[in-house]
């Protein structure tokens, strides 16, 4: 879990001012309001790693699924690499 997403889930499930949990934390509140719109982003993925993760995660099951379940990820990387 993330700084800012950790921030945010203080909020949702407590009730704790954003401003309290930066300040405790040691986190600019700029910086989490700028996490803040990018979580906004339609996809739901906040930075191009997390795009390039969830692009991977993809490739992986199917790779998975494709060798029913019996390469481990040795075999997995193999496969996806070629």
């Known amino acids: 879990m993330s700084v800012a997403r950790f921030i945010a889930d203080q909020r949702t499930k407590y009730r ?36 390039r993760r969830a692009e991977l995660d993809v490739a992986v099951a199917k790779a998975f699924a494709k060798a029913k379940g019996l390469h481990g990820s040795p075999r997995l990387v193999d496969d996806l690499r070629e």
């Open 16 to 51: 704790v001012p954003h401003a309290v949990t930066c300040r405790v934390l040691q986190v600019s509140l700029a910086w989490f309001s700028k996490w803040l719109g990018r979580a906004e982003d339609p996809d739901g993925l906040h930075t191009d790693t997390d795009r």
